[in-house]
């Protein structure tokens, strides 16, 4: 076994890794069948009974080429109008090494004849022309065929890395495979087709390129820059041989017949490793990719060395899972890639995405390389959540741009975790689920296709998306239970369903996130005015809160994990960053059963505001004919002052609440300015959220001590 | 005895000529030509059960033990196998001496399988092509997918396949040819002699030589008519044609023309091209026949209404008349005096024609009138046959036998799409689709149209829906129905209908947009109340015609699931030594009642190594922990066998305390799921392996229960055992750990292994130092020795395992045949 390293070969662009499989494939069918081959970073080493030297004499002298012939194309040369020196010249010819490529072009034509075909076919003449040929075209024919073109009970279908079955815009593969062949092969003087051969292998210098040949789509030549493969240097500038063997090797992308008949057709490609489009992962990716990307096909580098059965293994069955589906979409390839649901035997994957150009041709664009490796996170997405997406997806086509944002925005944040990417991608796709929501929910018409987000596993995602910043403290506190209600128009009845009718409690609206709290509490206010819905989840909660330093163990109806005083300390000062709060309020909400076990009540020697402790107290004071239970004694017109960021009034509804319950307040309105009318409105905010009954002991001890720190306290 | 005694003994009358030739011939053709009627059901079956029981030993031991009778419809298979067992019946009555044979059915929606229990003796299989045909290719249908290719293995190896009726089996005829042509190419031979018959009145070789049997060798033996008077008499009869007078799809007038033309006293047939037709037809002819019997029949029918009708209406001097389909085309011995049929292929009419006047009993002749169809309106045929056939149809006015026998014979070629070489080795890996996604070779089995469900309707009660417990139907309760038809019905209906999925023995729930995507033959069970069947006109897709008359028959098959295979399991503690000696010498069994050139002593082998990675501490742990509470323990091990079923594996070192007090509802610890795929049968390769031997043997050794066969692969869900992270790179597949100890073991008779550690890593993922991949050396066994013997060595293997499992299975209800 001697290894080389055909340094002609690379993972990128496409046409220079087809050229690897390429040489590959034939040096194991033609010259050695113990030949194996591997990826050592991006070398490409062969290892067989050839050293550089003989492997290009045998090409040069021995090789026969794989017929491929398209007689369904015009331009394939079998047709009247068409370029016809390639064929005749081979068919003329009576060289041995191209005996199967006459065979299978004699076997074309009888099928021709016996359809009575005159030119190229038409319609549904076509599909029966395809199905003639693959009953009677020679074995070693097949292989292209089955590349170019998967035949079902409907119509015939063409994985999109041979065109159009073998056709690339006016560029017909085949044709130009033929001309490529007689130029390496009789044409070019035997030295020059070496030299060609040696630079197509080893990336020695070009010598006598084809001038003006186009490659199609293999090789993104209008992007100008990535030069790695030698034998595709230039544009329209081609290595005859290197067009040879890069058509070679893309018929190993042949799908076995597994892979082409089975049950999932309609939406799936029934070729290895190519998938539905999707435009996000990449820099300059949008939803207009998405239109004029054609599909993606992930090609993989493998470890160890493999024989060319082993390879056929993992290149036929092409096999990408997401628990128990086949990958359809990128996103769905990278989640794959990101839970092994893939051959092991892969280092990593090149995406390429097949990109239109000039409105007729596809070019194969090399988009990132995936390696292969295991991420917990992406088991976030669960077969459940994995379905809703997949609907999300499908009603963006025909939806508002703002579904399609969100929609791409999901598949970036999945892109993100499956590569490991960013400092939280888990919590940035929880944020673009919460925002997908959102969208859906402003767009009545979308909520009869789609329903709102399947609950999801608290303690599945808590720990992967915690972060220790206020804001989300703040946000799980609120999300904990009940804000979805009033952020979406769903209700809850053994699963989230949109409500059909608005009941007043969906408050949320366009504007700032304290505009919105204050219509959440001032809400309830109305609700505890009228003495209705006594169990609205903002007051269950606030009640669980209060109640939470009683609770044991582990109950997970009840919803409620209290924030410290220092956090709403903070969101008061405005020293949060209240979008990114509300962003994580609304990903947050998404996930059932909130809480597990409260929090200890942090201690609460910090400097809380002293209106927000008032009114604080005031507020969530237990009534004292129902000291812990049903109610809290309301301070009627509290909340309108404060939304009104009326400071002062507040203050004096508060402590004159605060007297009739034997409080005398450390002083009086006189003494306390509130800030800006903004804080004001804040302190209003932030009775939204739950606090415990240590914190309201704690506020209720700084509006006393303060008494008991003048002079002379008297109470009445 | 010889076959002229044989054949009046088993059928009651002498042999034809040519049915004498296809017994006595040194070897049997490839094409039998025989007119209607001229008893070429009977030729076979006598030539195949002479040749294997009465003939000179060296036929005997040339004839293959299964004789497979494919053919296109079901109502056929179920004549045929009565004609067969008629026959197995006498032969036993005269010559009681004679090996056993049996016959079994297969036709959809009762299947029996059990042939596949005994590859040394003979039997008859008689079945549909869909079921035989989709065995033939590795893709059963209605059947566990992990006996595939022990089916395949057998239907390939010692096989004399019959087709009958092969105008009527669309693509199933190329794809016959091309399995015999894969069977004759000498790289793909099968594991025994087989051979392949092809018969009908009509046919001609051209649709049989397809790109791979093109050149080769079909002899043929054709029925001479001359010195046969009943033969005679049917070549002779006349049958006057005429243009029907009725406008073409003028149902009214047609109905007129119909009962105008109805001979008082004797049967007039209509055959038209579609179930639609035919019901519509029906419904007008009711309005002007009122004292004539009116019968309709189609393939749109419950097996008992379909029996009823036939009954009456195929009844001799049966006065009525009896609109039908195509089905009437085949095997159905019906005769009429007047027959009207729609225009239709030539190989068709030709058919039909067969059921006028058929034994030349209208001295006087009978009538024929054709009725035209526009071109538009030639589904489910295609416009340019039926043009090519009314050419025909003007030139003439009398389509008896012997007039259209002096017609030219078009020369056809292969219905398209053909199976290729590289499709079928292709198809040789059954590795189950983790996404539950099936191939289809529906395509190379029948035409697209012929795409049917089986649906059968059901009270579900309040719960609209069928009981968790709801056993599939057998198919005198079912009916046959386009996939597409059945999308629209339950549209229309506002109803769901209800799939059996065999695999998990449930039903799983079908809306009109999931019908598209059923595979054919799905067992669709409907809500009687959504209507859609009438008993005397069949399936309409109505859901006026409703609710529908339920009859629930509970199918005998049992569940396929995804469970291990229940033959080898037992009923009592068998230790391993005790098991792979029993399995050896059922191997010998074989090896001596088959007897031939197959590798007998890795067979054997094999089949004492089969279960050794039973050994593995998950396995035994496993087996108990399964032990029901308060059984006494089997004492020492390793064993092979438990009574009662096994529970799931798991990892051996954490307790089942531990892992029971999980809370409920949460998942179970990681560690629990880590080996529940385990697979002894990968542990008894690697062993096998291990201990230096070959690859054909590790291979026979995996693929015992058919589900490790030409790939290894972990499955969803499978993390590292070992939950270490320093184990993180081990590698791991099915339950089993690089590196994992197997204790060394008593195999019985003397032989025993060495303790080993299994060598899984390389076997995965091949090695940089060339050491060979289970993919490589498995692609390697497929090219030495092709698909054919390979699976045939895997059933062999298989079935000394059932037999030998079953041998300490003292109440089981299979019994091995003496």
Known sequence: ?716 | MDFERFFVATTGSGPYPYQRDLAMSATLPALLHAPTGSGKTAAVLCAWLWRATQAATSVRATTPRRLVYCLPMRSLVEQTADVADTLVAKLREIAPETPVVRVFRLLGGEVDDAFDEHPDELAILVGTQDLLLSRALNRGYAMSRYLWPVHFGLLHSDALWVFDETQLMGPGLSTSAQLEAFRRDPRTPPARPSHSLWMSATLDDGRLRTVDLATADLPSLRAEVSGCEPLEKRWRATKRLQRAESPARDTKSLADEIARVHVRGHRTLVVVNRVARAQALVVALGKVLCDVPIAVLHSRFRRDDRERISREAFANNWPGVLVATQVVEAGVDVSARVLFTELAPWSSLVQRFGRCNRSGEHTDGADVRWIDLPSDDAAPYVATDLDAARVRLDGLADVGIARLAALDVERSRPVVPVIRRKDLLDLFDTTPDLTGLDVDVGRFIRDAEGRDVVVAWREFGEAGAPAERERPPTDVETCRVPVDALGAFLKKAGASGFVWRGLRSQWGEVRTNDARSLTPGSLVLLPASAGGYDRTVGWTGDPKHGPVETRPQESRVGADGDSDDPRSESRSYVSLARHAADVAEEMRTLRDRIGGDQPWEVLERAARWHDIGKAHFVFQDTMQRSRPEGTPGPGDGPWAKSPGPMQRHRRASVSPQAVGDAPAGQDAPDVDRKRCHFRHELASALAWLAHGGDDLGAYLVAAHHGKVRMSLRSRPGETVPGASASRSEVTYALGVADGDPLPACDLGDGERSEAVDLPLAHLMLGGDDGSASWTRRTAALVEEHGPFRLAYWEALVRIADWRGSARHDESAARKVPS
């Open chain 1, 1 to 716: 076994m001697t290894s080389i390293e055909l340094r002609g070969a690379a993972p990128e662009p496409l046409a220079s890794y087809l050229l690897a499989l390429g040489v590959f494939r034939i040096v194991a069918e033609q010259a050695d069948r113990d030949a194996r081959a591997s990826w050592r970073g991006d070398a490409f080493v062969l290892e067989s009974r050839l050293d550089e030297d003989a492997l290009v004499t045998f090409f040069a002298d021995e090789y026969g080429p794989s017929p491929v012939v398209a007689p369904w194309n015009g331009g394939s040369g079998f047709h009247a109008k068409d370029n016809r020196e390639a064929i005749g010249a081979i068919e003329a010819s009576a060289d041995p090494r191209l005996e199967g490529y006459r065979r299978a072009i004699r076997a074309a034509r009888t099928a021709m004849q016996r359809l009575g075909l005159e030119g190229k076919p038409a319609g549904e003449g076509k599909h029966g022309f395809l199905e003639e040929l693959r009953a009677s075209l020679p074995d070693d024919a097949l292989a292209w065929l089955d590349a170019a073109v998967v035949l079902t009970s409907e119509s015939p279908r063409y994985p999109p890395l041979l065109g159009t079955g073998g056709n690339d815009g006016r560029l017909d593969f085949t044709n130009n495979q033929m001309q490529r062949l007689v130029a390496v092969l009789f044409e070019r003087p035997r030295e020059t087709s070496r030299r060609l051969l040696q630079a197509a292998l080893f990336g020695a210098v070009d010598v006598g390129l084809d001038r003006d040949v186009a490659i199609g789509q293999f090789h993104p030549a209008a992007a100008g820059g990535a030069n790695q493969g030698e034998g595709f240097s230039r544009n329209s500038l081609v290595n005859p041989w290197a067009f040879v063997l890069m058509i070679e090797g893309a018929l190993l992308f042949a799908g076995t017949a597994t892979r082409r008949w089975e049950g999932d057709a309609s939406r799936a490609f029934a070729v290895p490793f190519t998938v539905w489009p999707t435009g996000a992962g990449y820099g300059s990716s949008d939803a207009s990719d998405e239109g004029k990307t054609r599909c993606e096909t992930w090609v993989p580098l493998w470890l160890h060395s493999r024989t060319l059965p082993e390879l056929r293994a993992l290149l036929g069955e092409g096999r990408a899972t997401v628990g128990e589906r086949n990958a359809r979409t990128g996103v769905d390839f990278a989640r794959a890639v990101a839970t092994l649901g893939i051959d092991r035997g892969v280092r990593e994957f090149v995406r390429y995405a097949f990109q239109e150009r000039n409105g007729l041709a596809y070019i194969a664009n090399p988009v990132g390389r995936w390696r292969v490796r295991r991420r917990p996170d992406a088991e976030l997405v669960t077969a459940e959540l994995d379905d809703w997406i997949d609907r999300l997806r499908r009603a963006a086509g025909d939806a508002p741009a703002s579904i399609g944002r969100a929609a791409r925005a999901v598949d970036a944040a999945i892109l993100d975790l499956c590569a490991g990417a960013g400092p939280s991608p888990a919590l940035d796709l929880l944020i673009a689920l919460g925002q997908a929501e959102r969208r859906i929910a402003a767009a009545p018409r979308m909520r009869e296709s789609l329903r709102p987000v399947p609950p999801l596993a608290w303690n599945h995602w808590i720990p992967r998306v915690r972060e220790h910043s206020p804001e989300f403290r703040l946000a799980e506190a609120l999300a904990s239970a009940g804000i979805r209600e009033a952020l979406v128009p769903l209700r809850w009845q053994e699963w989230w369903h949109w409500l059909e009718q608005d009941d007043g409690r969906t408050v949320w609206r366009a504007g700032s996130l304290v505009a919105n709290l204050l219509r959440v509490v001032q809400r309830d206010e109305v609700d505890a005015e009228r003495g209705a819905l006594p169990d609205s989840p903002i007051r269950r909660l606030h009640r669980a809160a209060l109640e939470s330093g009683e609770r044991t163990g582990f109950d997970p109806r009840v919803p409620g994990d209290p924030v410290s005083v220092a956090d709403l300390a903070a969101f008061v000062r405005g020293e949060c960053d209240d979008r990114r709060l509300e962003s994580f309020v609304r990903g947050l909400s998404l996930l059932r059963s909130a809480s597990l076990v409260p929090r200890a009540a942090q201690p609460d020697d910090v400097l809380a505001p002293f209106p927000l402790a008032v009114a604080l107290a005031v507020h969530r004071m237990p009534s004292r004919e129902d000291a812990v239970g049903s109610g809290f004694l309301r301070v009627p017109g509290l909340i309108s002052r404060l939304a009104a960021g009326q400071g002062g009034a507040a203050m004096s509804l508060a402590t004159r609440r605060l007297r009739a319950s034997g409080i005398d307040p450390a002083t009086g309105t006189r003494d306390f300015a509130f800030g800006g009318s903004e804080v004001v409105r804040r302190v209003g905010a932030a009775l939204a959220f739950p606090v415990s009954r240590q914190s309201i002991d704690v506020f209720l001890g700084k509006v006393i001590r303060a008494r008991e720190e003048r002079p002379e306290g008297v109470v009445p």
